[in-house]
């Protein structure tokens, strides 16, 4: 039936171009932001997982952040103390020479006397970020004998879980201000002469060549290597920590790759297939602007049947 009121032709074909334009409209939203699901509205359950999952690799970034601030911080103790251990090998090399009979001892006492400057430098400008691991006061309200470094960030049914790594700073600091129990400031008494010293304060300008003078300087000399061992044991620590923390960033970057990959899978869109999804939509909506043209031209035709 041929009508001027209704044109099922036309709105047939303004149906198929207007269905044409939409899915046009949308490939090309995919090309350009290069997402298949970019909002919930294309896909909610995947849009919910890949905004969950982006949220959780921003956090690994920040994870990934502060293993590499605790790996400086560490670091910088373990220099410390690998420069504090040459020292005291001066130190020690200087008392066993202060043991041959008849030496000036004040003259080395001179030299082990800058040593020691050398040591309290040493542990006051080890320090990162505000930090100082060697040289400490215990008796500050913000100590802590164990350090902690964030090492992990993880999601799991029963909510977030944080993953540190513990440092035991109490088994490695060289001086502590509050009650001298560093491994350098730490006192010890000589049996023969009852005179207390430390490794950082020890004084021989008046020892004799008498026999108990002679047993406290090796009592001295014992000592001083004893603090030796004590470091390189805390050095061996440190350098283990540092590993382990080395190999958590590179487990961290590994798992920020592979949670972007999973991420992607979800919602990013295929190039070629939406490229060829482009040239094709292009085509209907030609198709459907000329096939709209002629439906409408059919209405013109009804005219002819009333000229005279």
Request: proline share 1%; net charge negative.
């Amino acid at each position: 039936m041929a009508s001027i009121l209704t044109n099922g032709s036309a709105m047939t074909a303004l149906q198929n171009l207007t269905a044409t334009n939409r899915k046009l409209d949308e490939t090309q939203t995919r090309i350009s932001t290069g997402l298949r699901v970019g909002k919930a509205e294309d896909n909610a359950a995947y849009w919910s997982i890949a905004t969950t999952m982006r949220s959780d690799n921003d956090a690994l970034s920040t994870v990934k952040d502060a293993l590499g601030l605790g790996s400086a911080t560490i670091d910088v103790a373990y220099t410390g103390i690998n420069s504090a251990i040459d020292a005291v090998k001066e130190i020690k090399d200087k008392l066993v020479a202060a043991r041959q009979p008849g030496v000036d001892r004040s003259k080395i006492q001179s030299e082990i006397t800058e040593l020691q400057r050398q040591l309290t430098s040493i542990g006051s400008t080890s320090v990162f970020s505000g930090q100082n691991w060697i040289s400490v006061d215990s008796s500050s309200p913000d100590y802590t004998a164990t350090k902690s470094i964030v090492a992990s960030f993880s999601r799991a049914s029963n909510g977030i879980a944080i993953g540190t790594i513990a440092i035991d700073v109490g088994s490695i600091k060289l001086y502590d201000a509050a009650d001298q129990s560093g491994i350098l400031d730490s006192t010890d008494t000589t049996a023969n002469g009852g005179v207390s010293y430390s490794v950082a304060n020890l004084n021989i300008s008046s020892l004799t060549d008498n026999d108990n003078d002679v047993k406290d300087l090796e009592q001295m000399i014992s000592w001083t290597d004893t603090a030796i061992t004590k470091m390189t044991s805390a050095a061996a620590n440190l350098g283990a920590v540092k590993q382990r923390v080395g190999l958590q960033k590179d487990f961290v970057s590994s798992l920020m790759d592979a949670i972007t990959r999973g991420v992607g899978a979800l919602v990013d869109a295929d190039m070629n297939e939406e490229s060829t999804k482009l040239q094709a939509l292009q085509v209907q909506q030609q198709l459907g602007v000329q096939s709209l043209s002629i439906a409408n031209q059919n209405s013109q035709q009804i005219l002819s049947l009333f000229k005279g």
